[in-house]
Each structure stands twice: as structure tokens, then as C-alpha cells.
């Protein structure tokens, strides 16, 4: 069965690669790339550019994929670059799966909501309020019209510790020890989130998904239970709060994960049971 890996790449890219390597060795992986350059051991390497139809075209078209994990992304940078990237790539990327008849697992993200309550479930309405959450919530969208047969998965802060992720590399190099108090997320151990989306690309599951872990924790309390468990300091982070900033940004994008829980064998763990495996 041939499989479409997008932003195989990436730090998600990279877990859910190997995941499908360990479980699934019958099926055949192709992976797309954009601005990482494919390593040695990356199969079936393609360059896609997601902000041309002609290169997801010709992609699809090479593949002929059955299933397509659609984990690129871009999160910085100019607000058209990541529109043109993050909503009009999935929107034609999605298309393209329906007229191949591919089953689409597309990734997206907590904060398409504006974080003024949290514990938001599937059919809370996005309310984006930053560019990024503009092109991620606009790429649901035109992924949900594109009529292709695809679970659309939203999830939460990524961690994970072989390799390490980047925002912990961060934090122990002491480059981001200033973390907010009252930013709420629900982190998930990258390896975890990858088993559950394999699992959920064989599932007929159509429509919006949660997928995040079952812990809520500041921003603050994650990086304090983060270096406690890689040995750091935790006295280098600097708690602030979020609503005395004066930036725009969502405060608590807790996510209601009970559809998934339901639905999934893969059980989703929380920060202090991943770490007590560590």
C-alpha cells in the first residue's frame, strides 16, 4: 500500500517515519519534503511545494498514494508565505486525495480557538487570532469542502526526548527561560500522537478529531516538569503571565479529548505517565 508522508522532515515527520517503519513494514512510504533536505535513510524521497498545485499534482500523481499523513506545515515567518502554505497547500492537497480516492489524516493545531475558555471539543467553532491560526483554521476549511475522506486532527504542544524536541533543546540550553503561567495546553509525548494517527488512518473515522494528552499544565508548569526529568534546573525559568504581556495570544487551548479516547485503542498519555517511563 502506498503511503504520502508530507514534512517527513519535521520533528512529528520524523516520530511518525519511524512509527510506520516499526508497524506497518508492508506498506511502501514516500516521503515529501520542502525546505529539510531528505537524509540517507529517507524512502522514496519528493520535493513538494505546497503553495503550487502543479507540485501536489505531480506528486499525487507519482505516488498514487492510499493514504496521506499531511504533517507540513509552516508556523513563522511572512503571514502570506504561511497562508499560501499552510491553507491553499491543504486545500489543494486535499483535493488531490479526492480524486484518488486517498484517505487523508491532516494535522492541525489548539490554537485555531482564541483561548478565552478552553476544554474546547470537536464542534467548537474556531476563532483564530494570530496568522498562524488564520492559515491553520482557514486549511481545515478548505480541507472539510474538499469532499476528500479525511479525519482532521487537531492536537497540542509536542514533546518528546529521543531526539529531543526543539522547544526542550530550548529550554535546557537556557534559550526560551522565560515561560507563561497562564497559557494552558495539553501536551503530547510525539511517539504517542504518532501511534494514534496510524491507528486512526486504517479507522472509516471522518471529520474533526482531538488528539492531545489528558494533562493540562502552563506553559511554565510543562518546562518545570520537563527539566526536572532531564536533570536541568528548573529555578532558570522565569514564570510570566500572558495577559500582562501585552501580546496577542490565546491563553487556554485546553482540548476535550474524550471522542478520541472512545474511539482509539492507543491510549493517550499524560505528561507525568510518559515521564515515569522515561
Same mark, same amino acid.
Given at each position: 500500500m502506498q503511503i504520502l508522508l508530507t514534512g517527513a522532515g519535521g520533528y512529528l515527520g520524523g516520530a511518525l517515519l519511524r512509527t510506520l517503519e516499526a508497524t506497518k513494514p508492508a506498506w511502501d512510504i514516500h516521503c515529501a519534503f520542502f525546505s529539510i533536505a531528505p537524509s540517507d535513510d529517507m524512502p522514496n524521497a519528493h520535493h513538494l511545494d505546497l503553495r503550487a498545485e502543479t507540485s501536489v499534482a505531480r506528486v499525487m500523481d507519482q505516488v498514487q498514494p492510499r493514504i496521506i499523513f499531511h504533517t507540513a506545515a509552516l508556523n513563522q515567518g511572512d503571514a502570506q508565505n504561511m497562508y499560501e502554505t499552510n491553507a491553499r497547500g +491543504?486545500?489543494?492537497?486535499?483535493?488531490?486525495?479526492?480524486?484518488?480516492?486517498? =484517505?487523508?489524516?491532516?494535522? $492541525? +493545531?489548539?490554537? %485555531?480557538?482564541?483561548?478565552?475558555?478552553? *476544554?474546547?471539543?470537536?464542534?467548537?467553532?474556531? *476563532?483564530? %487570532?494570530?496568522?498562524?491560526?488564520? +492559515?491553520?483554521?482557514?486549511? &481545515? #476549511? *478548505?480541507? @472539510?469542502? $474538499?469532499?476528500?475522506?479525511?479525519?482532521?486532527?487537531?492536537? $497540542? /504542544? /509536542?514533546?518528546?526526548?529521543?531526539? /529531543?524536541?526543539? =522547544?526542550?533543546?530550548?529550554?535546557? =540550553?537556557? &534559550?526560551?527561560?522565560?515561560?507563561?503561567?497562564?497559557?494552558? =495546553?495539553?501536551?503530547?509525548?510525539?511517539? *504517542?500522537?504518532?501511534?494514534?494517527?496510524? &491507528? @486512526?488512518?486504517? !479507522? &472509516?473515522?471522518?471529520?474533526?478529531?482531538? !488528539?492531545?494528552?489528558?494533562?493540562? /499544565? +502552563?506553559?511554565?508548569?510543562?518546562?518545570? #516538569? !520537563?527539566?526536572?526529568?532531564?536533570?536541568?534546573?528548573?529555578?532558570q525559568l522565569i514564570p510570566l503571565s500572558s495577559a500582562a504581556s501585552g501580546l496577542v495570544r490565546p491563553r487556554d487551548c485546553t482540548l476535550d479529548i474524550s471522542r478520541a479516547q472512545k474511539l482509539l485503542q492507543t491510549k493517550l498519555l499524560s505528561v507525568d505517565e510518559v515521564l515515569a517511563m522515561k
Open positions: +491543504s486545500g489543494y492537497l486535499a483535493r488531490a486525495a479526492a480524486r484518488h480516492k486517498a =484517505r487523508l489524516i491532516h494535522l $492541525s +493545531s489548539d490554537v %485555531i480557538f482564541d483561548g478565552t475558555r478552553g *476544554n474546547y471539543a470537536e464542534g467548537d467553532a474556531p *476563532n483564530p %487570532i494570530t496568522p498562524y491560526a488564520v +492559515s491553520k483554521a482557514d486549511a &481545515e #476549511k *478548505n480541507v @472539510l469542502d $474538499s469532499g476528500a475522506d479525511a479525519a482532521l486532527v487537531r492536537t $497540542s /504542544l /509536542l514533546y518528546g526526548f529521543k531526539p /529531543l524536541d526543539p =522547544r526542550t533543546r530550548a529550554i535546557l =540550553r537556557g &534559550e526560551m527561560p522565560r515561560l507563561f503561567t497562564d497559557e494552558m =495546553r495539553c501536551p503530547i509525548w510525539v511517539f *504517542n500522537l504518532a501511534q494514534a494517527l496510524v &491507528e @486512526l488512518a486504517e !479507522l &472509516e473515522y471522518r471529520g474533526v478529531l482531538h !488528539l492531545a494528552g489528558p494533562q493540562a /499544565l +502552563s506553559r511554565y508548569e510543562f518546562g518545570v #516538569k !520537563l527539566l526536572r526529568a532531564l536533570d536541568g534546573d528548573p529555578a
